[in-house]
């Protein structure tokens, strides 16, 4: 049954913390625990997460806004959730942080986090619905609030977060689901594990296999596993009580991914450079992904922010987040934001690197009034010299009328469902053209044609700003999140998560964000004090 919590500060005057000296109290008033229980405790929606409890009567619930909080001064302070247990009982600023006057009766311990992030992810993972994240994003824009933060500027950028898992060679990935598989055979039935698998139960099988190989003896190695896989995804099969374990998913998948299958059912392991970056890494954590970014290669996920920046208080939050596995695009990551993120409804400028160019990110900003900079320009080169398409004068229909040179067109054409522009100019009229070595266009035998399509357009537009003191002032603005990302990456652990999987890597995250931002308004609000 759910309960909702306090929304009142509760310690009483016999409370231990109100014996302390008064200069003392006072400190603690004026600290970040004062300021955590005001903008933090007292913020939380505590209905958002009503429906993970039953709404019948049954055993209440531990207060949500209790434990949201717990996860947010876990990441505040860098502490495992045994640390975080222990300034809870002994810390003052803890209990007063959240409004404790008297810890015994709370009954919170290491379990209570632990059940209550489970049942944040079993809500996730049926309902596809992260309410930790929700509630993060919505504290951010109480604070931001707070301080009547001026939205009006955002930028954007992304980094790389490791997965807990460790990295395998391939030869380590194979042996060490078969020996998954084998030992789930073992344990419910040892005559299942027919002599051929028998090895995988010895000590100091895997030292030998992995281990003692030369590098020449590596690829034989590989393949001869490679047929042991199968043969043991042959035999469990067969067996059938094993196909819904996990084991055997993860064996299955390991042969789908790495193997072709001969039209006489024989599985050959494919060269590694055809392997997918999507392709199971380690069993450990099967949802982790590889990419090469910046030629390093990284398993795990790639989480991307947009910190809204106010540059008269010299302030910035990070008011919109993104998780995804780490193929996840740059430019997949712009276009959702500047679609779908209601942030993007607030903002005018939005600051960004190349990589998250794409034609369907800029027209949908079109469409809200954001002005879009990117640093530089990713993918194909514009020719030296040219001159950009932009320069062709077009009306509302979309149809050119006349070129850079001010020529009228013989004809031109606007094909709106491919989004091609084109238009006829007369050859003799480009013959004399001073501009004609680097215009666009195409010489024919009767007449020469201009003709490109939206993306063009669109690329040369963003180029044409490149080198103007706008260009140049918002690019210096943006790179100044490289600084945030490496303050969450150096005070908040975010390259060391203790935990496995996509839905548990992200909370960690969301909870880092979200006391990244308290603590930003707490030196904010301690420095214009």
């Known amino acids: 049954m759910f309960k909702y919590g306090r929304k009142e500060q509760q310690i009483s005057i016999d409370s231990p913390i109100m014996q302390l000296p008064k200069s003392l109290v006072e400190s603690l008033e004026k600290g970040w625990a004062a300021s955590f229980y005001n903008n933090v405790f007292l913020s939380i929606n505590e209905d958002r997460f009503s429906k993970m409890y039953s709404q019948v009567y049954s055993r209440p619930n531990r207060p949500v806004n209790l ?33 404790i006057s008297d810890i015994e009766s709370e009954g919170i311990c290491i379990n209570t986090l632990t059940n209550f992030r489970l049942r944040l992810l079993q809500h996730e993972a049926k309902q596809d619905e992260d309410l930790f994240e929700q ?21 954007m950028d992304s980094f790389m977060v490791s997965s807990a898992c460790k990295k395998l060679s391939r030869l380590e990935l194979v042996y060490r689901i078969v020996t998954n598989m084998v030992e789930v055979l073992h344990k419910q039935e040892a005559a299942h594990v027919t002599e051929a698998f028998q090895d995988f139960l010895k000590e100091g099988y895997r030292s030998t296999l992995l281990y003692h190989t030369r590098s020449e003896e590596a690829g034989s190695k590989l393949e001869h596993l490679m047929e042991q896989a199968s ?12 196909r819904n374990t996990k084991a055997f998913e993860q064996l299955t998948r390991l042969l789908q991914e790495q193997c072709i299958e001969t039209e006489e059912g024989i599985r050959i392991a494919i060269e590694g450079s055809a392997l997918k970056s999507n392709s199971l890494q ?19 996920y790639v989480t991307n922010v947009v910190e809204v920046r106010d540059t008269k208080k010299n302030l910035g939050l990070i008011l919109d987040f993104d998780v995804q596995p780490n193929t996840h695009s740059d430019a997949a990551f712009g276009e959702t934001f500047v679609q779908e993120s209601p942030l993007s409804d607030e903002i005018d400028v939005l600051a960004m690197d190349g990589a998250y160019y794409r034609e369907e990110t800029v027209k949908a900003a079109e469409g809200k009034n954001i002005e879009l900079n990117f640093s530089n320009m990713t993918g194909r080169k514009a020719k030296i010299d040219q001159i950009p398409v932009t320069q062709f004068e077009m009306n509302d229909e979309h149809v050119i009328t006349s070129c850079p040179a001010g020529h009228q067109p013989i004809r031109s054409t606007y094909d709106a469902e491919k989004q091609i522009y084109k238009a006829t100019f007369k050859k003799n009229v480009c013959t004399s053209c ?8 195409q010489q024919q035998k009767k ?23 706008r260009h140049r002032e918002l690019s210096c603005f943006r790179a ?29 995250i969301s909870a880092k964000i979200g006391a990244y931002n308290f603590k930003s308004v707490f030196k904010y609000q301690a420095r214009v004090a």
């Open 434 to 441: 001073p501009m004609l070595e680097n215009c666009p266009i």
């Open 282 to 300: 380690n069993p450990s954590d099967p949802e982790a992904t590889y990419r090469n970014k910046g030629g390093k290669g990284h398993i795990g």
């Open 447 to 469: 007449n020469n044609t201009v003709r490109f399509n939206e993306t063009k357009r669109q690329s040369d537009t963003m180029r044409s700003k490149q080198g103007t003191d």
């Open 480 to 508: 100044g999140v490289e600084g945030i990302v490496s303050a969450i990456r150096r005070g908040y652990g975010v390259d060391n998560l203790p935990v496995f999987g996509f839905l548990r890597s992200k909370m960690w």
């Open 231 to 242: 043969e043991l995804y042959t035999h469990v099969n067969r067996l059938g009580e094993y």
């Open 135 to 155: 509630e993060m994003k919505a504290l951010s824009e109480k604070l931001a609030a707070l301080v009547g933060l001026d939205k009006s500027l955002a930028r």
């Open 67 to 99: 434990l949201i909080s717990l996860l947010v001064l876990k990441e505040l302070h860098g502490l495992t959730d045994e640390a975080l247990i222990a300034s809870l009982f002994f810390d003052y600023r803890f209990q007063y942080a959240l409004g």
